[in-house]
């Protein structure tokens, strides 16, 4: 499977592009329902400028020769991003989910071929019969400083196969059907290929070679191919997959990372490995259905994890619910199978027949995964004070949005849940929900959905199992609707929610109505610990609303938002605001490999906003916490001191890149010993945790220029010029990130308000390079100095605003923001009056 090369001008032409930041388009839309529409369409993407969207409609759409896409004016004319979306209406008004709602046929084995550098491609809702499909990026120019994204999504292909050539891009593939495998003919691969990747390896691009995700997809009658370039082996992460083949069903040069999937065997070359981690696999028959539904008995029922990048999608690849029962099933399909015992709560007793107490007893004594419901007479809420803590020996869901009068959250930002069935601890309770040891003899879980909490020292304890899930809840704080009487206000818990052992467990998630208020814990929001010396690892907090009312603006605080001591944990899309101590801490030894992206973590960093920052820092780092990722896409704003901390007892490589930090009362990042450090020689030596204290202090750049430039070779459409240095290790690549801002702090250094572009850049000593007023040779600690220039769009700047920069190393310390400077004019620098560029 050779990748197609460009033309040999369009790498030159791309260079202007890649060094600059990602412009932001807009959207042009196309409606298309035949071949000729379906090209014509393609051939005016490839040059519109904006983002485009194919949507096309139901039907079938025969193929006669191929159809493609090719921004060959990409390093020219922006291509922005493509998508190409079935199942539309005549109209275009609207799209149905149903599978092989639009069919794109060949007798002959034409293809959609979809070739692009730059944009990030998502194909949804088509079905191919006998007609492939091709992306491809290859180019010989350095890719855009992130990966862009190849992406299927309620795919079908019958008969052909999925052929992607990945240079630029990740690949990601999700509830996607693939039968009857056969290569793409002169791809480079035979037989029955029902998906082929290549993972290329460009070492512009972070140095690493393209990843596979695929999840909850089904191949059958073929298999999963994965190729490597130049003998670099790439990487594939499969969750939640099925596969069915004669002999071998995923052919691999990748290093491979596999959970919670069907297969029988896989072959490995280029000396590519199954990855630690990978397990609750099975090789039991498969037991599909001829529309590959699983049935009754098969090991794809109830089976998967949640626990999958970027969260499950709320639907199958025919649009039914993808959670049907205990657990998400394996495979594009979803099984209508539910297979659990129900025991509905009929009052708020105590105890006796028809209590809470009384169903889960129930439940722990029917083996295997339970429900229970709840359907109590009269109004709402229905306060329920248990007489003990309900601890849970066998699986089991508690399910409050069966009650009547239950009303789930429908906000974007807010929420507007009502739960009706509260929880109430009275104050002596120690623990509401707990799980017990039982759960880890069978991999047991809990699940807990539109509850809510008070008056509990912990509200919901997660010391054994894993997998669990708590979701659609409230902690704390006025319930929606009610008018904010106290009778109506929910108590505080001294901690909400407290993860100390399993794995894989989901805290919110990306819809809505998954969304938890936890608010008004005096201690700790959301805990993540390790207990009996295990666990706190592999879970995920995900959109929820943390420390903040019902419309994600006035504080309702909890001591802090959320703590984590584990490893390997994702704290993702979540509105963290008014605790009163620190918004996220990340604490200990074992604290490493926790990813913090997409938050809102205090307040706008614009110059109003509605919502409470958090009374200390946005985000903590301290006791050995090590090679943890704070961004990309998070928003730290008006915290009472510091939007990033990272404590002089914090190990190393704790990258802070992407994000948007401004207005906080003290520094935007802040390394070591409060306040703003000096540039001292970066250690060549050190190891994290007990050796690299405070990303080993990484330097920060030295900006000398920052103007927008009116004359000379000024590259298209990136007329900002931003110069400096920066002195360390040598070696790299260095992460170099612009950001521009309202104004320079006081101390006359920046805040990353908004990222502007980021560069790669390595520091070369060749043979030596000055040390003071030396030259050094064979120093211990030596230092040396490199220049850069990046070139920066004028989108999102302009003269007057501030400038600053940040670096970060090859192991991913990322330094402290640099001292700020303000963007001139060429025409107006070194003129006062027209300092601000007002005479544009």
């Known amino acids: 499977?050779?990748?197609?090369?460009?033309?040999?001008?369009?790498?030159?032409?791309?260079?202007?592009?890649?060094?600059?930041?990602?412009?932001?388009?807009?959207?042009?839309?196309?409606?298309?329902?035949?071949?000729?529409?379906?090209?014509?369409?393609?051939?005016?993407?490839?040059?519109?400028?904006?983002?485009?969207?194919?949507?096309?409609?139901?039907?079938?759409?025969?193929?006669?020769?191929?159809?493609?896409?090719?921004?060959?004016?990409?390093?020219?004319?922006?291509?922005?991003?493509?998508?190409?979306?079935?199942?539309?209406?005549?109209?275009?008004?609207?799209?149905?989910?149903?599978?092989?709602?639009?069919?794109?046929?060949?007798?002959?084995?034409?293809?959609?071929?979809?070739?692009?550098?730059?944009?990030?491609?998502?194909?949804?809702?088509?079905?191919?019969?006998?007609?492939?499909?091709?992306?491809?990026?290859?180019?010989?120019?350095?890719?855009?400083?992130?990966?862009?994204?190849?992406?299927?999504?309620?795919?079908?292909?019958?008969?052909?196969?999925?052929?992607?050539?990945?240079?630029?891009?990740?690949?990601?593939?999700?509830?996607?059907?693939?039968?009857?495998?056969?290569?793409?003919?002169?791809?480079?691969?035979?037989?029955?290929?029902?998906?082929?990747?290549?993972?290329?390896?460009?070492?512009?691009?972070?140095?690493?070679?393209?990843?596979?995700?695929?999840?909850?997809?089904?191949?059958?009658?073929?298999?999963?191919?994965?190729?490597?370039?130049?003998?670099?082996?790439?990487?594939?992460?499969?969750?939640?997959?099925?596969?069915?083949?004669?002999g071998n069903e995923i052919v691999s040069d990748a290093n491979l990372y596999i959970r919670n999937s069907r297969y029988d065997g896989i072959g490995f070359g280029n000396g590519a490995l199954l990855q630690p981690g990978s397990g609750e696999n099975s090789a039991a028959a498969a037991q599909l259905d001829a529309s590959y539904v699983p049935q009754p008995g098969s090991p794809a029922v109830n089976l998967g994890t949640s626990n999958v990048p970027g969260g499950l999608t709320s639907v199958d690849h025919t649009g039914n619910d993808r959670v049907i029962g205990a657990r998400p099933d394996m495979g594009a399909l979803e099984s209508p199978t539910d297979g659990s015992g129900v025991y509905t709560v009929t009052n708020t007793n105590a105890s006796g027949n028809g209590s809470l107490a009384w169903a889960l007893e129930q439940s722990n004594l029917d083996d295997g995964f339970n429900q229970i419901r709840f359907n109590i007479p009269g109004g709402c809420p229905k306060r329920i004070t248990p007489g003990t803590s309900l601890k849970v020996y066998e699986s089991v869901f508690f399910d409050g949005s069966t009650q009547p009068g239950h009303v789930a959250n429908t906000q974007e930002i807010g929420f507007d849940g009502q739960p009706c069935i509260v929880l109430n601890g009275g104050g002596t309770r120690g623990i509401g929900i707990e799980t017990m040891g039982d759960l880890n003899a069978g991999n047991g879980f809990v699940s807990v959905r539109g509850l809510a909490f008070e008056n509990y020292d912990l509200a919901i304890s997660l010391a054994f199992g894993t997998a669990h899930r708590v979701q659609g809840s409230q902690f704390g704080g006025p319930i929606s609707g009610s008018g904010g009487g106290s009778s109506t206000t929910l108590a505080g818990n001294t901690q909400a929610i407290a993860i100390l052992g399993g794995t894989d467990t989901v805290i919110g998630g990306d819809s809505p109505a998954q969304r938890n208020m936890i608010a008004a814990s005096s201690d700790i929001g959301v805990w993540i610990l390790q207990f009996l010396g295990g666990g706190g690892n592999d879970n995920r907090v995900v959109n929820n609303l943390i420390g903040l009312d019902r419309f994600g603006a006035t504080a309702v605080p909890n001591g802090t938002g959320i703590v984590v001591n584990g490893g390997n944990n994702e704290i993702l899309g979540n509105r963290i605001g008014g605790n009163s101590v620190d918004g996220i801490r990340i604490a200990g030894d074992n604290a490493r490999g926790n990813v913090v992206q997409g938050n809102w973590i205090g307040g706008g960093t614009g110059s109003l906003s509605l919502t409470t920052g958090n009374g200390r820092m946005g985000v903590m780092l301290e006791g050995g916490a090590w090679a943890n990722a704070?961004?990309?896409?998070?928003?730290?704003?008006?915290?009472?001191?510091?939007?990033?901390?990272?404590?002089?007892?914090?190990?190393?490589?704790?990258?802070?890149?992407?994000?948007?930090?401004?207005?906080?009362?003290?520094?935007?990042?802040?390394?070591?010993?409060?306040?703003?450090?000096?540039?001292?020689?970066?250690?060549?030596?050190?190891?994290?945790?007990?050796?690299?204290?405070?990303?080993?202090?990484?330097?920060?750049?030295?900006?000398?220029?920052?103007?927008?430039?009116?004359?000379?070779?000024?590259?298209v459409d990136t007329p900002v010029r931003i110069e400096g240095t920066l002195r360390s290790l040598p070696g790299g690549p260095y992460r170099i990130e612009v950001f521009g801002g309202d104004a320079c702090d006081a101390n006359g250094y920046g805040e990353g308000q908004r990222l502007l572009a980021a560069k790669s850049l390595t520091i070369e000593n060749e043979p030596y390079c000055p040390d003071g007023g030396g030259l050094c040779f064979a120093c211990t600690e030596f230092n040396c100095t490199a220049g850069f220039t990046v070139w920066v769009s004028e989108v999102g700047v302009a003269p007057g605003d501030a400038i600053t920069l940040t670096a970060t190393s090859p192991g991913g310390n990322t330094s402290e923001f640099s001292q700020c400077m303000t963007l001139v004019d060429e025409n107006t620098a070194g003129d006062a009056i027209f300092a601000d560029g007002f005479e544009d």
Not at 189 to 200: E, H
Not at 215 to 222: A, E, F, H, P, R
Not at 641 to 656: E, H, K, L, Q, W
Not at 691 to 703: E, I, K, R, T, Y
């Open 1 to 246: 499977m050779t990748p197609t090369r460009p033309p040999l001008w369009r790498p030159f032409a791309a260079l202007l592009l890649f060094a600059c930041a990602t412009p932001a388009f807009a959207l042009t839309e196309y409606c298309v329902g035949s071949s000729s529409g379906l090209r014509a369409a393609l051939n005016d993407a490839e040059v519109d400028g904006d983002d485009s969207l194919v949507r096309i409609r139901s039907g079938t759409i025969v193929l006669a020769q191929d159809a493609i896409y090719d921004a060959e004016l990409e390093g020219v004319v922006p291509a922005g991003d493509l998508t190409l979306r079935g199942g539309y209406n005549s109209d275009c008004s609207d799209y149905s989910l149903a599978a092989g709602a639009t069919v794109i046929d060949s007798t002959n084995a034409s293809r959609l071929s979809i070739i692009t550098e730059t944009g990030n491609v998502a194909v949804n809702g088509l079905t191919f019969d006998g007609a492939f499909l091709r992306m491809i990026s290859q180019t010989l120019a350095p890719c855009p400083g992130s990966r862009r994204q190849f992406s299927t999504s309620r795919v079908r292909i019958d008969g052909a196969s999925l052929d992607v050539s990945a240079w630029c891009h990740d690949v990601k593939i999700s509830n996607s059907l693939f039968t009857n495998g056969v290569a793409l003919p002169g791809g480079g691969l035979s037989g029955d290929v029902g998906v082929g990747i290549y993972l290329a390896f460009n070492e512009e691009a972070y140095n690493r070679a393209s990843k596979l995700t695929m999840i909850n997809s089904t191949i059958s009658n073929g298999r999963l191919q994965l190729v490597s370039q130049n003998g670099l082996p790439g990487s594939a992460a499969i969750y939640n997959s099925v596969f069915v083949r004669s």
């Open 630 to 715: 704070i961004g990309p896409d998070n928003l730290i704003g008006r915290n009472g001191d510091d939007g990033v901390r990272v404590m002089p007892d914090a190990g190393g490589y704790n990258s802070i890149n992407g994000n948007r930090i401004a207005r906080n009362d003290a520094l935007g990042i802040d390394l070591g010993s409060n306040g703003v450090s000096t540039n001292d020689p970066d250690p060549g030596f050190c190891q994290p945790p007990e050796g690299c204290s405070a990303n080993a202090g990484q330097n920060f750049p030295v900006l000398t220029d920052a103007v927008r430039a009116r004359t000379g070779l000024i590259p």
